[in-house]
């Protein structure tokens, strides 16, 4: 099918294929640390399709997993058939633990860290980072029941107790769980500009406002 010429006889302009933010998926993920930054993403990258970003979840082996409080979520894509990706967001949850000693899934996350330009991470994905080694010299946080382990993962790292996250440029870390939403609202900021992050968040009726 041939394009129709524009009124100057040239083509119209063919769209650029999206970049794409990948969140991993993996058994026993804390659900909120992926479908938290998920919603805020999906809901800025669906409403604004011309910002050219989209998000995609992957696992392992591109099957469905169970997350640590039972949902069960599907991935688009596994390791070896996603998009190239200009974003990941490693969540965490008590399925990080093992992949501490995994040296598949460090050796997955460290060709990432090569390839990806911008690393990000909710919760303990920043102990999954430490293992790999992609936190050494730098400031990073986890979870506030984690920081202990960070520390020993590698000493090297700049453990910030009290952030909620922390941006060192290509790699930004999250606090626990909920500070995943705080982090993908400061990522679509730095992306798609102060504005387009308010828009999100006033869409997602994200105020927070505990009531204890």
């Known amino acids: 099918m041939t394009d129709h010429p524009t009124a100057t006889g040239a083509p119209p302009p063919v769209a650029a294929p999206p970049r794409h933010i990948g969140i991993v998926l993996f058994e026993d993920v804390e659900e909120l640390d992926a479908v938290g930054p998920?919603?805020?993403l999906a809901h800025w990258t669906r409403t604004h399709p011309e910002d050219g970003y989209a998000v995609v979840c992957l696992s392992r082996d591109g099957n469905p997993v169970t997350c640590s409080k039972g949902l069960t979520v599907a991935a688009h894509h596994s390791f070896a058939d996603a998009p190239p990706l200009e974003v990941l967001l490693h969540p965490g949850g008590r399925g990080t633990r093992p992949q501490l000693h995994d040296a598949e899934h460090l050796d997955w996350v460290r060709r990432q860290r090569v390839a990806v330009p911008l690393m990000t991470s909710v919760c303990t994905g920043a102990l999954v980072y430490a293992a790999a080694g992609l936190l050494a010299g730098r400031p990073a946080t986890t979870h506030w029941s984690s920081l202990a382990?960070?520390?020993?993962?590698?000493?090297?790292?700049?453990?910030?107790?009290?952030?909620?996250?922390?941006?060192?440029?290509?790699?930004?870390?999250?606090a626990g769980v909920?500070?995943?939403?705080?982090?993908?609202?400061h990522l679509?900021?730095?992306?798609?500009?102060s504005d387009r992050a308010r828009e999100v968040r006033r869409g997602i009726a994200y105020d927070p406002q505990p009531p204890v």
């Not at 996250?165 to 790699?171: A, I, K, P, T």
């Not at 909920?178 to 609202?185: E, N, T, W």
Request: aromatic residues 4%; proline residues 0%; charged residues 35%.
């Open 38 to 40: 998920w919603e805020v």
């Open 149 to 174: 382990l960070l520390r020993e993962l590698d000493a090297s790292i700049d453990v910030r107790d009290d952030e909620r996250f922390v941006d060192d440029g290509d790699v930004v870390t999250s």
């Open 178 to 185: 909920s500070a995943g939403i705080d982090m993908a609202l």
């Open 188 to 193: 679509v900021a730095r992306l798609a500009g």
